[in-house]
């Protein structure tokens, strides 16, 4: 599914010499986390234990790429792997050691963790059954590729204002969560043309919102017009100041719905008007099958319509794997991956939303074997195959136990009649309110809580009801009220009971016709005075101490590009006021280092070596008239003091004031895309050392992309020659290494010619393109 590119492989190996600097403590340790967390390695609860996120596009994954993870989870991840609800697969409890092996092995079989975290363009989810279910429109499954490789590949991907995620469902029904994503689409047939429903502006967590609907129809081909219009709407809007204020759906809250769908379509417009963004995809490449009779419904029966799911494909069928919790130990993996093998014929693989995997495409007697040995790790009941989170067992951001939860519920069931067990829909449930196991979309949503009483704190779970997803039905759960951890399983068998004598099959009218009974049941759970008598109730599910925030700690998710900009300018000011009360040298000198470096990671540049911070800041500000070119002088300077030739920089105290308050304003100036917008100070071009001026501009504008790394500075060039019309020109200056050789051969692949590549400059180079 992804176009793994040198970048990707250049990325793991930033990884292992990044956590090697981590170990040394040659490294900041925020400045590691910016970069691990937007390569998919989250710090669990426990100090030093991570968590390794992969990318599975769609959940479409081969059998030898199962393999390797199931191998991988066998070494590093104590013999299991955990599905998540975005279609991932996680290596839990990994040492740091761990962490470059696995992303190496990954990377050989297609699999790479790059943007699974921090605030970047997520696993773009897609229908399981895409292609294959009774109700399906049509495979959206090449779309989803489409877009991933398209954005994969695109840097600026990487520092958004927080993440950004996108949705392709294959019908109405919406399995991949459109309806309440930050831009979704839904499978949509018109006069014979295929194209999607598109939605957008919604999403869980803190405020969750169902989206706008954006477009009743939109062509197939265009999707990449609305996945880049949304993305450069929120680079413009999105607040990067406040990480609780900056997903879309709050861009719809400060704007209003009729401005934001407003901005959006202007975006489209600019788009359709200046690049080809056309996608061109095989449609029938995931599909098996091709020669079997298509047919709209087939039965299934009541007891296993949970677990079996028969295909459009007649006498195809996929059968449904839910580990509890998504934990699924290796063992069970091999087992599962040992059948499959075996076939005679070719099968397919989809990781879900819901913690578990398909295996598609089975004939009827292979997929009864199939159940028979999953029997033991997957129940046919809903409320078995419930949703949860990691909760506070390992992440820091966790209140409750939600794992424990879910085990004590299928204890109170276990032994009740399949009437009940069935009664219910699955669960969603969260150990906190930020809703990693979506509780705001499920029928029943459960989500961690914490209530102060005299007698301690008391583990808590606020019920939602009534939540959903679809074309034109996608809706929040109500909240209901509050029950303590340890009389949920309790409140939950007495819903089931209430569900079965109400003679409703449907849980929604279940709801609607017994709302009265069940808040009057919520109620009577919810007055925890009289549960406060009750040791127990002081204790999670599993604690053996009494409910505490302890060791709960900020979470990582939305650690980025701006954290380190902060961290570095904080440092440049500190060291300057340290320097004024000490007049210690080293402190002037820290604060010069640290205010060239504040924001040079905007340009791919993160290094712990002064004298190529210098040269970088030099490429990047001085260069370019941001910075007077007289602080040129001052990084020679410094590097003397460096090397022990020059004893005193105190006389530069006012040059490298000036330095940290230049680049404390090009940082106040950043727009949403991370542009400069600070006046330049010096407009003439200040030369390199061969003394050689640019030539003049004759039919065309030369834009300055030295220092800008690969493939930065092609994505660059590409949103230049979208500005002009075909036939014009544009200049660029290019380094000299792979900018100069990857950058021309790039550009010719888009089909913009390569007028001319002047080579007479000492360093850089002057490429000139016809769009």
């Known amino acids: 599914m992804i176009a793994i590119n040198e970048e990707n492989y250049k990325s793991i190996e930033d990884i292992k010499d990044k956590s090697e600097q981590y170990k040394l403590a040659t490294i900041d340790p925020l400045r590691f986390k910016a970069f691990r967390v937007s390569m998919g390695v989250y710090e669990q609860r426990e100090k030093e234990t991570y968590m390794v996120r992969t990318r599975i596009p769609g959940g479409v994954i081969s059998l030898e790429q199962f393999k390797c993870i199931g191998e991988l989870g066998a070494k590093y991840s104590q013999g299991k792997i955990r599905f998540t609800s975005r279609q991932d697969i996680q290596f839990q409890s990994i040492n740091l050691e761990s962490v470059y092996p696995i992303m190496k092995s990954l990377i050989e079989v297609g699999i790479i963790t790059k943007g699974t975290g921090g605030n970047t363009v997520r ?201 509890q919790s998504g934990h699924l130990s290796t063992d069970n993996l091999d087992a599962i991956l040992g059948f499959v093998k075996n076939l005679n014929y070719e099968t397919s693989i989809r990781v879900t939303n819901t913690q578990g995997f398909f295996i598609r495409d089975l004939k009827e007697n292979d997929a009864e074997k199939l159940i028979d040995i999953i029997k033991d790790f997957t129940s046919i009941y809903n409320i078995d195959n419930s949703l949860t989170c990691v909760g506070a067992s390992t992440c820091q951001l966790g209140l409750c136990l939600s794992q ?225 070119s007289s602080i040129k002088e001052l990084f020679e300077n410094l590097i003397d003091y460096k090397l022990g030739d020059l004893e005193n920089i105190s006389d530069k105290f006012s040059e490298i004031e000036y330095l940290y308050k230049k680049v404390e304003s090009m940082y106040e100036s950043l727009n949403g895309k991370l542009e400069i917008t600070l006046p330049k100070e010096e407009q003439k071009y200040t030369p390199f050392d061969d003394g050689k001026q640019p030539e003049e501009k004759k039919d065309y504008e030369i834009i300055d992309f030295r220092g800008i790394k690969c493939p930065m500075n092609f994505v660059k060039a590409k949103i230049e020659l979208s500005k002009i019309k075909p036939g014009q020109k544009r200049g660029f200056y290019i380094d000299d290494g792979d900018p100069i050789k990857n950058v021309p051969e790039s550009i010719k692949k888009e089909g913009h010619k390569i007028v001319s590549i002047d080579r007479n400059y000492e360093g850089y180079n002057l490429l000139v393109v016809e769009k």
Request: aromatic letters at 10%.
């Open 404 to 628: 424990n939860l879910l085990t004590a519920i299928k204890e109170e069931f276990k032994n009740t009649s399949p009437e009940i067990k069935s009664s219910l829909p699955r669960l969603y449930i969260s150990g906190c309110p930020n809703s990693c196991a979506q509780h705001e979309k499920g029928q029943i949503g459960l989500h961690g809580r914490a209530r102060r009483t005299e007698g301690g704190l008391i583990p808590m779970y606020s019920v939602s009801l009534g939540g959903k997803v679809g074309s034109g039905c996608a809706r929040m759960g109500d909240a209901f009220g509050d029950i303590p951890a340890k009389k949920v399983p309790e409140f939950l068998h007495e819903l089931s009971k209430l569900k079965v004598n109400s003679n409703h099959d449907d849980f929604y009218e279940f709801l609607a016709d017994k709302s009265s009974d069940i808040k009057e049941l919520i109620e009577k759970y919810s007055h925890i005075e009289k549960f406060t008598s009750e040791s127990d109730i002081f204790f999670d599910f599993g604690a053996c101490e009494k409910f505490s925030l302890k060791n709960r700690g900020p979470g990582e998710c939305s650690s980025g590009v701006m954290d380190v900009i902060k961290l570095d300018l904080s440092n440049a000011k500190s060291s300057l006021a340290k320097y004024k009360k000490s007049e210690n040298q080293q402190d002037l000198y820290s604060s010069a280092v640290s205010s060239a470096r504040t924001l040079l990671v905007l340009r791919g540049i993160d290094t712990n070596k002064p004298r190529e911070i210098f040269k970088e800041f030099e490429k990047a500000f001085i260069y370019t008239g941001y910075v007077k």
């Open 123 to 323: 696993n773009i989810a897609c229908s399981p059954l895409s292609g294959v279910s009774l109700d399906d429109v049509f495979d959206v499954t090449p779309y989803v590729k489409a877009a991933t490789n398209y954005l994969i590949k695109d840097p600026t991907t990487m520092n958004l204002p927080r993440k950004y995620k996108i949705a392709f469902s294959n019908s109405n029904e919406d399995t991949a969560n459109a309806t309440v994503s930050d831009l979704g689409f839904i499978a949509k047939i018109l006069n014979n043309k295929k194209g999607f429903e598109l939605y957008g502006g919604g999403g869980f967590g803190g405020s969750p919102s169902v989206s706008l609907k954006l477009g009743d129809f939109i062509e197939a081909k265009d999707i990449l017009y609305y996945i880049q219009a949304m993305k450069n709407l929120f680079e413009k809007k999105g607040d990067r100041t406040n990480k609780n204020k900056a997903r879309i759906r709050f861009i719809v809250k400060r704007l209003g719905q009729e401005k934001f769908i407003q901005l959006f379509n202007e975006e489209v417009d600019k788009l359709k008007s200046s690049v080809n963004l056309d996608v061109d995809v095989d449609e029938n490449e995931f599909i098996l099958s091709t020669s079997a009779d298509i047919v709209k419904e087939a039965a299934v029966s009541e007891e296993l319509k949970n677990i079996l799911f028969p295909q459009k494909q007649s006498g195809y069928y996929s059968v449904y794997i839910h580990p």
